[in-house]
């Protein structure tokens, strides 16, 4: 067990599973209290089951980051239990497959798109930041992704206009709290080798189209990305904020990658 996080509240979305339950277990390894929200039970419990049993602190809270009700309930939730919030990461997320070319994609699909990805993170800092005056400060972490600064020739056009929406919007609450001791910042991640991609990682032509573009070769593991937040979320980024925080193996800044 480490220190990084000792005694810091921390509020993890869509902890159910990859990115978010590594960000979870990595957290309470480091002193974390963590407040595992998700809207599925099964994955959110799964995740508190493994933080207690290598002797972590960690409840979890059933959360739809889409109903208002229920994140400020969630925030409510972690104040009551743990007396306070530090951290607030905003992770939940969805990229379902029918998101595609704009002139296809159905206005369903960017409405549900838009609600997870985007309104819910608007609604995790609509929370958050009283809860985090209340507590002298805080530091906000708001995951947007590589695709928020880049275009593609495969689009998910509702998913990456999300993205982009989260990292404008991540930058102004930064400005705005930034003399408040809210730091707040967006993780970019490049492709993360989860449960969300995997349409791409199951078929080899999906994963080589990308691969090609990788300077280090691979998909990120979802630890790597979960050490990202972890800097992020701890007092070791004290004059960090209003990044677009890249953990993306190269990739926006490569124009030609190694041929092996
Ligand atoms: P994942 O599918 O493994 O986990 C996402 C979790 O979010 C799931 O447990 C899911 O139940 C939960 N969730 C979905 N909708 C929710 C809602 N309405 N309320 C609460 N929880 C909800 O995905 P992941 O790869 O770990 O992704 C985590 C974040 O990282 C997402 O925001 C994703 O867009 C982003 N990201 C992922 C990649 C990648 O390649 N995997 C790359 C860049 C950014």
Known sequence: MGNRLAGKVCVITGAGSGIGREAA???????????????????????????RHGGGEAIFVRTDVTKAAEVEALVRTAEETYGKLDVMFNNAGIFPDEDGSVVDTPEEVWDRVMAVNLKGVFLGCKYAIPAMLRAGGGSIINTASFVALMGAAVPQIAYTASKGGVLAMTREIAIEFARKNIRANALCPGPVDTPLLRSILSDPAKRQRRLVHIPMGRFAQAREVAQAALFLASDESSYVTATAFLVDGGITAAYITPEE
Do not use: C, P
């Open 25 to 51: 277990i990595l957290f309470a390894q480091e002193g974390g209290k963590v407040v595992v929200a998700d809207v599925n039970t099964a994955g959110g419990e799964e995740t508190v089951r493994l933080i």
